[in-house]
């Protein structure tokens, strides 16, 4: 193929299986072409463009976060020079026509995508592309064999004949390793640098689970090499590899044939990686090398919860603090499944918090911020700062909630709004004293003095309109009824009834479908 310069290919499909399809259905390098990244949507794909710029973006038209038709405009207005094919189906292609106003090269339609259209669409776009115009050439020089895309498809799971002699030349030693972090660190000339007899070649490796980012390498060494190879990386910290900060790295165990390179990949380094999610920041995470695992332990939502009910916060997130670090020991948990619960929990704490009638408008508006920092954590440190931070933020809601309470104008509306919320429980003004951490005869004075009633006819009067409405509503029994509004003596239900609206339950349900008849 010389050095001519290939035609960089940016995928875009929410569906993978038809990224993989795309990856494979070429021999792209030798067609004068090379896929340079994948995105799951258009908003991935922005960024990717920021810095691969492509010379052609191959994209689907309806995906979730941001379609193709509001990527093309966007690429045409920021990167007039990037030529666009939209993939459509039979059923889209109404909405394809309207990409073709912000400039569309060409369009495929997914039943028809087969290696020879695709070809003839990508070569007729590439001539529209200044910088490399009539370049590509209809073969590359015969047998010519490029090892990205053969590590690529080793990678996804293909079973390839490989050109043993042409392996050779990129791999000349018997033994091979695969080495990686958590994020893009290049370390390419700091390896070749300790290991001036080393093979190395950086896997075109894309995002596993807990893991948005990911630099690859596979690592060829002779027999010296073998043995120096995990010492001498072991003596390094993530630091001195990069300067992005707290890296996993991660050796696999030892391999003797290419071949064996997926498997290894996906069966143990992707593992290992997952692994020291949780693990303490190391140098470089080694298989044996690894602690004993501990059971993974399910948390105790509920218990947490009903803390968080009570304002509790202290033991709820002390508890949730501890079950974190017990991950360090419980490393195999999932780290989907972990980011997920971490994510859960904070939602549920806002919607609890608001259900109290707090102020969470500061943390309901910074959630979305907290999610997405939990999902592009490298590492479980980074969820118990965020973790810390949310803690703060809680605490200053309720603490105002309380400030408020305290002073010399507390927030009436804020007692209400907790009777008439909770109604229905045996709740008494110690019970909302203590859930408030209120002196229990300071809020008596402070309910008498800023309402026109006090707390006890308050509730009663909250309660009693609540059976009234019960009572219109149909035929439920009055002793159901009575247990429904928070009494739990029928008897006495009936006296305070009777004492408020001047007639028995029975008489008033009476009453009242009367009067509806006569209304008729």
Known sequence: MGNRELYRILVVDDEILVRQGIKHILNWEQDGFQIVGEASNGREALELIETLRPHIVLTDIVMPVMDGEELTRLIKHNWPEIEVIVLSSFS???????????????????????????????????????????????????????MQPTLEKLLAGYEIELDREQVEEWFPYPYFYILGSSGNASVTDELKALFPRMAVAKLPCGPIAGHPGLCVYVLNVDEEGREALPPKLKMLHPASLTEEGELLWALSDIFYSLDQLGGVYRDGWQKLLQYGFFLPLDAVLMPDELPEPQEVKEFPLQAFMEQIRRLQLDEGFDGLERYIAWHTKAYTAEVFEFKSLIGNILFNIIHMLGSLNLNVAALDEAKYAYFKAIDEARHVSGITSLLEEFRRQAEDCVQSAQQALQSGNPSMKLLLDYIDEHYAEPISLTEMARHFH??????????????????????????????????????????????????????????????????SPTQYRRQYAERVVKEL
Do not use: W
């Not at 106003?101 to 592309?129: C, F, N």
């Not at 309109?465 to 739990?488: F, N, T, W």
């Open 438 to 503: 209120f002196n229990p005869s300071y809020l008596s004075s402070f309910f008498a003095a800023h309402h026109h009633e006090g707390f006890k006819e308050h509730l009663n009067r909250v309660r009693i309109d609540k059976a009234a409405d019960l009572l219109r509503k149909g035929d439920i029994p009055i002793s159901e009824i009575s247990s429904r509004v928070g009494y739990g003596d029928h008897s006495y239900f009936c006296k305070v009834f009777k004492k408020s609206t001047g007639l």
């Open 92 to 146: 889209e292609f109404d909405y394809v026509r309207s990409t073709f106003q912000s400039g569309v090269s060409d369009y495929i339609l997914k039943p028809h995508l087969e290696t020879g259209m695709l070809l003839e669409v990508l070569r007729k776009t590439a001539e529209k592309v200044p910088a490399l115009s009539g370049t590509v050439r209809q073969n590359a020089e015969p047998g010519s064999v490029s």
